[in-house]
């Protein structure tokens, strides 16, 4: 079992940053690909960006890319999403989560493929 815990979000101006923290705890031992999902009041939960357990291959939706970057340091069990140029549009809860991987380059980027979930942090950007 492996416990997510995320931390970072806020309320934030249009233009700004925030740095989203993911820290496992539990049966850390293994390898496991990560993602960052996020759902806005209304509409379904989606990919961010996904990165695999080793950090050397990542994944960022189209409405992301080049204004978040995914890492993450293994040896403090923390998954990192560093969002800038941040929009309204980008406000939602954020989910952290998980996937039991043999494949040390998998990424997934569907929610169905993701063993442990997160509570979910909330950021919010004012227009």
């Known amino acids: 079992q492996v416990e997510l815990v995320e931390s970072g979000g806020g309320l934030v101006q249009a233009g700004g940053s925030l740095r989203l923290s993911c820290v496992a705890s539990?049966?850390?031992?293994?390898?496991?690909?990560t993602g960052w999902f996020r759902q806005a009041p209304g509409k379904e939960r989606e990919i961010v960006s996904a990165?695999?357990?080793?950090?050397?291959?990542?994944y960022y939706s189209d409405s992301v890319k080049g204004r978040f970057t995914i890492s993450r340091d293994n040896a403090k069990n923390t998954v990192y999403l560093q969002m800038g140029s941040l929009k309204p549009e980008d406000t939602a809860v954020y989910y952290c989560?998980?996937?039991?991987?043999?494949?040390?380059?998998?990424?997934?980027?569907?929610?169905?493929?993701?063993?442990?979930w997160g509570q979910g942090t909330q950021v919010t950007v004012s227009s």
């Open positions: 989560a998980a996937a039991e991987s043999l494949n040390p380059w998998a990424i997934f980027t569907t929610a169905h493929e993701y063993d442990y």
């Open positions: 990165i695999n357990w080793s950090g050397g291959s990542t």
């Open positions: 539990g049966r850390t031992n293994r390898g496991y690909a």
